[in-house]
């Protein structure tokens, strides 16, 4: 049965993911350091996420996103709204954050400071053919997204399984231009 609304792929992705093995995670994450690696080598300053929980990745997709940019930003979630930002520098410097999310401790930057960014990693539940992606239903991405400049990847990363033909859209949803996937690597999406 294929999920119909937002609320049932999230039910249907979060309880998929808690049943990965420890394994596969770790091996998952390998492959998505190094394809993301090989997405910002060149990169003036990439905007990426701290991976929690279920999620694909892993710190040291961070790390080596630091080797291939000069400046890696991580979001700060304050209240609803575009997300703050803040460098990450290290995983020495993150600490616990609202939300369930980890941030660093430096300096807290503005939502327009995105726009210093190249390229985009976004988290994703899913994410479909057309670059719809799924999040966990609070917005933050959504109205951030809005002030990435056009033409900048936004690449959400997901696990294999999660590029799927089709997800339900909202008229707020900000489209993916990529999927980054273990076993795919990067993939370009139709942004119709």
Known sequence: MTPASKEEWRRHVLARRRSIA???RTEESKKLCHAAAESARGA???AAYVPVGSEPGSL?????????SPVVLVPVAREPGPLHWAE????????AAPYGLSEPT???L????VKLCSLVFVPALAVDLRGIRLGRGAGFYDRTLDLVDS???IIAIVRDEELVEELPEEPHDRRSSHALTPNQGLVALNRE
């Open 151 to 153: 033409g900048i990847p």
């Open 22 to 24: 420890a394994e596969q």
């Open 44 to 46: 003036t300053g990439v």
């Open 106 to 108: 430096g300096p807290v």
């Open 110 to 113: 503005d939502p327009e400071s």
């Open 60 to 68: 040291d997709l961070l790390d080596a996103l630091r080797r291939e």
């Open 88 to 95: 990450y520098t290290g995983r020495t410097t993150l600490r």
